[in-house]
């Protein structure tokens, strides 16, 4: 069945590092677009960064030249790089992929980890 395991949250000071990653299984990761969302608190979900199958990467206005999303295929695992870390990027992110699973297209989120930045 299709996973989608995040890790590498973690409380940091502002203007620190993280690297978060996503390890897929149950598909073939490769052929898809992955996805990072997240979701401050009290507020809804706000997409942060997106990988192509080719690698091509897209960006939040909020996290652009702080933020890498990068892949793996070899070892099926989703990045994304977190640095100049501030306050307000507090918040549960997920990985995210829309999958064609049994002939439909589906939704897939992991558990989330959570990111605390603060002093």
């Known amino acids: 069945q299709v996973q989608l395991v995040e890790s590498g949250g973690g409380l940091v000071q502002p203007g620190g590092s993280l690297r978060l990653s996503c390890a897929a299984s149950?598909?073939?990761?490769?052929?898809?677009?992955m996805y990072w969302v997240r979701q401050a608190p009290g507020k809804g979900l706000e997409w942060v960064s997106i990988?192509?199958?080719?690698?091509?990467?897209y960006y939040a206005d909020s996290v652009k030249g702080r933020f890498t999303i990068s892949r793996d295929d070899a070892e099926n695992t989703l990045y994304l790089q977190m640095n100049s870390l501030k306050p307000e990027d507090t918040a549960v992110y997920y990985c995210?992929?829309?999958?064609?699973?049994?002939?439909?297209?589906?939704?897939?989120w992991g558990q989330g980890t959570q990111v605390t930045v603060a002093s």
């Open positions: 995210f992929a829309d999958l064609l699973v049994g002939g439909s297209w589906s939704s897939y």
């Open positions: 990988i192509n199958t080719g690698s091509s990467t």
């Open positions: 149950g598909f073939t990761f490769n052929n898809y677009w």
